[in-house]
Structure formats: C-alpha cells, structure tokens
C-alpha cells in the first residue's frame, strides 16, 4: 500500500462525524494514513465496515464511541455489531502505527457516575441495569435508559484501563483544561503514563499549550468533523 510520503507512519484523529464520513473517505483516499481513530459520535446509519468499505484497504480503522452513539439502538448496534467491532478502543490499550494508544469512549453521567457527585457510583452497565430495575417506572422509560447508559463512562472500566501503560490517551470526554473537561482524565492520563491526550465531544479546538506543563502532558481537542494529526496539524 502506497502513502503520501508527507504522512507515512501518520495517525489521524477524526472529531465528532455525526453521520458524515465523505471527508473522511476522501481524504483517506489522498493521502493513506497508516491508521485514523474516531473519537466519538459517529451516529452510523449503517455497519461501519459497509460504510468505510472503501478505505478498508487503505488504512486501519479505530474508534471509541461518544455519547450520541447510544441515541438510537441502530446506531449503537451499527458501530459495534460488524466486522470493524475488534477496533473498538473503549477501555483498552492497542498497539497502531508503533504507539500504544489507550481509549475511553463516553461521557460522564450523573445517573451513573459523575466525578465528585456521592449519589452516582454505579460501577458497570450491569450494575446499572440492576438499580434500574428496583424503581418501577413505565417501560418505555426503562428502555431509554438503558440505551443512553450504554454510552456512560463507567468505574470499572475507568479503573482497569487505569491499570494499563500507553502512550497516549483518546477519549471522548475532554482533560480539565477545556472549560467542560475534567480532572479525571488527566489522571486517568497520568495513571496510564501517557505524554499525549486527544478528545473530541466539545467541537472544538482550544490551544491548551499553556497548560501543557502543568497537566504533564500536551493535549489536542478534535473539532467537529475535524481530521487532526498525531503532531496537532488540522488536516481539514
């Protein structure tokens, strides 16, 4: 497979695509990254393998999910339910392009664990589904709840992934450097011994680079339907 020479070992981040891939597809096609993450909310209206099939061959495919991915069970089962579904990054550590990249998909949630709140602490989806199921509530309140908690950032898998060493760190939630970010990941960052955060979720691209010392490692925001580069280079 031949790259542009300007990004051979490159990997992409691509902010939040909400249903829209054709600039992805198309820059793919020019320039052949070694591989591209999604950073959440991709919202698939289709499997991702039949959507991305025409870059399958062209690069390798990862991702996490954000918190609009859970909004309709198709969406959900899109992402995770077809032959792309072992590139999920969500509470893992994979070796692409040479670095050992770690992911945590979601958000916080106050129904189930929001940093700093003494009512939430659920500590999985399971966990979960058991307290739901003690308050009777009409079924198809249940339903919804169930499928939004699926997009939620849970403890377990918070402190696993804390346990794993990585170079970096994608997530869909932001480091409290943005206004809306928080400190959590910055130690999940630091726990993980990561140099690099990438976050996408806000639609925004903030210069945090005076905080870089301080948090001990740089960070990037993905704006929407953004493509970023490993050294923060907007490639579109």
Same mark, same amino acid.
């Given at each position: 497979m031949e790259r542009s020479a300007s990004v051979e070992g490159a990997i992409w981040f691509l902010g939040d695509v909400h249903g829209r891939f054709e600039h992805v597809i198309r820059l793919v096609k020019l320039h052949r990254p070694e591989a591209v993450v999604f950073l959440g909310d991709l919202e698939c209206d289709l499997p991702l393998d039949m959507i991305l099939r025409p870059i399958l061959d062209l690069t390798e495919i990862w991702f996490i999910h954000g918190n609009h991915d859970s909004d309709r069970p198709a969406f959900w089962h899109n992402l995770h339910g077809n032959s792309l579904a072992e590139r999920n990054l969500h509470g893992r550590v994979a070796e692409i392009a040479g670095l050992r990249i770690a992911g945590l998909g979601g958000t916080f949630e106050s129904a189930v664990w929001r940093p700093g709140d003494p009512e939430t602490g659920v500590q999985n989806y399971q966990d979960y589904l058991q307290r739901l199921a003690l308050r009777p509530q009409h079924a =198809?309140?249940?339903?919804? /709840? /169930?499928q939004q908690a699926l997009s939620a950032i849970y403890p377990d898998d918070y402190f696993a992934l804390a346990m794993e060493k990585a170079d970096l760190l994608v997530c869909h939630e932001a480091p409290d450097c943005h206004p809306y970010g928080y400190l959590e990941i910055n130690e999940l960052a630091l726990a993980l011994g990561a140099k690099q955060v990438v976050h996408?979720? &806000? &639609? =925004?691209?903030l210069d945090y680079r005076a905080e870089w010392s301080r948090m001990g490692f740089a960070a990037h925001g993905v704006a929407f339907r953004a493509v970023m580069d490993l050294n923060g280079k907007i490639i579109s």
């Open positions: =198809d309140i249940v339903a919804t /709840k /169930k996408g979720h &806000h &639609h =925004d691209s």
